[in-house]
């Protein structure tokens, strides 16, 4: 499955890879795009495993505020 999350602060490439490293370690995710512009992160995942809740918590744990 694919989701994109809209994620406030990200601000730098730091930023980038502190979400892009956090959802990473989730298992069940297979691949992290950021797009610092637009504030949107796309991931691949396997719903078996992740759920939207995890990966939400997972890049607030960062500092981050993931809306929608």
């Not at 298992?27 to 809740?53: H, P």
């Amino acid at each position: 499955m694919e989701m994109t999350l809209e994620v406030n602060g990200m601000t730098c490439n730091h930023c980038e890879q502190s979400v892009k490293g956090a959802l990473q370690e989730l298992e069940g995710v297979y691949g992290v795009e950021v797009d610092l512009n637009s504030g949107k992160v796309n991931i691949a995942y396997d719903e078996a495993y992740v759920s939207k809740k995890m990966m939400k918590e997972a890049v607030e744990a960062q500092g981050y505020e993931p809306v929608g």
